[in-house]
């Protein structure tokens, strides 16, 4: 695909209101996502330590998150839906998690979270913020969605839940990505 032809799509919250600003003609998709910034297997939840090559073929749904975001954690029944829908069908999903505050650093509290939350994919600790810096990310929850080649194809902000209007931009996007 062209870089003239590629489109991105970003919603950006303005105050309480979101909106979605399409991006067409003249607007460079970046050539590939950013490589994850923690290598050391304290800093994953689930896995061992993974690079993004590790999700070539498949497309990938990252959640940027932190376990004292109400948003964050209301979005969790979607992400697990999506997961269990589209994991299948080539479909992988991967945590990122940020901390807010000093106590969410605590790598034992996010495992505890993780598993009163229920989540079963990888989740990388991002305590240092390298990799939110890396997506250029600025909220909590945020939704980036990478092709099966590493390019990043979309980014969704705020709360999501099943069947709402950001869920069916996401998944279109996802469904769209996993045929091509």
Same mark, same amino acid.
């Given at each position: 695909?062209?870089?003239?032809? #590629? #489109? ?11 909106? $979605? %600003? ?5 607007? $460079? +998709? &970046? ?17 061992? *330590?993974?690079?993004? @090559?590790?999700? /070539? ?8 998150? #932190? ?9 969790? &029944? ?9 994991? *299948? /069908?080539?479909? +992988?999903?991967? @945590? ?11 790598? +034992?509290?996010?495992? +505890? /979270?993780?598993?009163? =939350? ?20 600025? =909220? ?9 080649? @590493? ?18 931009? %996401?998944?279109?996007?996802?469904? /769209?990505?996993?045929?091509?």
């Amino acid at each position: 695909m062209s870089n003239r032809s #590629t #489109t991105i799509r970003h919603l950006v919250i303005c105050g309480a209101a979101l909106f $979605t %600003v399409n991006c067409g003609a003249g607007v $460079t +998709a &970046p050539a590939g996502a950013p490589e994850f910034t923690h290598a050391d297997a304290n800093a994953w939840i689930n896995s061992e *330590p993974l690079e993004l @090559g590790d999700f /070539k073929g498949r497309v990938l749904l990252i959640d940027v998150w #932190t376990f004292d975001c109400w948003n964050c954690y209301r979005s969790i &029944p979607w992400l697990k839906d999506v997961e269990a829908r589209l994991g *299948p /069908k080539g479909l +992988a999903l991967l @945590g990122v998690h940020s901390p807010e505050f000093a106590h969410e650093q605590e790598r +034992a509290r996010v495992v +505890a /979270k993780v598993k009163e =939350f229920g989540i079963g994919h990888p989740v990388m600790l991002d305590n240092d913020f390298s990799y939110w810096r890396a997506l250029g990310n600025r =909220f909590w929850p945020a939704f980036y969605v990478i092709d099966k080649q @590493g390019r990043l194809r979309g980014t969704f902000v705020g709360e999501t839940h099943v069947g709402d209007g950001r869920a069916r931009n %996401v998944e279109a996007l996802i469904t /769209k990505l996993l045929v091509e």
